[in-house]
């Protein structure tokens, strides 16, 4: 089945960096456009950014603009969000996600990001 | 950027109760719009895409329905099981965006 595992989230000082990873397995990971969605606590869902089955097309929400850079690794069925410059407002949860025509079919369980002095 | 407009944002119903989810977006995204149950602590569910197309697995009692800038979740006998938070999602172009979400509360 599919299963995709987010890693690397922890607490962050404003200003640093922070790299995420997600783990995919139980589908042909090179197929499939995969995406980062994050969750503020108690807040709504907000897109992050997405990056083509091949990586060659990428797209982020203006707020990470410039800051976050999505990548992946079809070799190893690892999808990675690098995160510099963060700020308290990038406190959240985040999911990776796919599914077919770039859905939102699959959410991995999340890793908490918490930016904080 | 497309705004998704969902209402109500809360809503206190019975087991057995038939419930409507509405979500508006701010411009015609055709039928590239899917919905989401959310239960505290987890991932979003994907229950709906393509307006109204079932997700694999997931009960005949969720339906959703509309086409352009108006659509409709509809839950048709609620159990315990189904009190949780519903977003609604557009992909039809990015940004991509959320409603802000619909909480169901048991009466």
């Known amino acids: 089945q599919v299963q995709l595992v987010e890693s690397g989230g922890g607490v962050v000082q404003p200003g640093r960096s922070l790299g995420l990873s997600c783990a995919a397995s139980?589908?042909?990971?090179?197929?499939?456009?995969v995406h980062w969605v994050r969750q503020s606590p108690g807040k709504g869902l907000e897109w992050v950014a997405v990056?083509?089955?091949?990586?060659?097309?990428?797209y982020y929400t203006d707020s990470v603009k410039g800051r976050f850079t999505i990548s992946r690794d079809n070799s190893k069925n690892t999808l990675s969000l690098q995160m510099n410059s963060l700020t308290t407002e990038d406190t959240a949860v985040y999911y990776c996600?796919?599914?077919?025509?770039?859905?939102?079919?699959?959410w991995g369980q999340g890793t908490l990001v918490t930016v904080s002095s | 950027d497309i705004q998704m407009t969902q209402s109500p944002s809360s809503l206190s119903a019975s087991v057995g109760d038939r419930v409507n989810i509405t979500c508006r977006a701010s411009?015609?995204?055709?039928?590239?719009l899917a919905w989401f149950q959310q239960k505290p602590g987890k991932a979003p569910k994907s229950l709906i895409y393509?307006?109204?197309s079932l997700q694999s697995g997931v009960p005949s009692k969720f339906s959703g329905s509309g086409s352009g800038t108006d659509f409709t979740l509809t839950i048709s006998s609620l159990q315990p099981e189904d009190f949780a938070t519903y977003f609604c999602?557009?992909?039809?172009?990015?940004?991509?965006?959320f409603g802000q979400g619909t909480k169901v509360e048991i009466k």
């Open positions: 996600a796919t599914g077919d025509s770039a859905r939102f079919d699959y």
């Open positions: 139980g589908f042909s990971f090179n197929n499939y456009a």
């Open positions: 990056i083509s089955y091949d990586g060659g097309t990428k």
């Open positions: 411009q015609g995204i055709s039928n590239y």
């Open positions: 393509a307006a109204s």
């Open positions: 999602h557009q992909y039809y172009s990015y940004p991509r965006t």
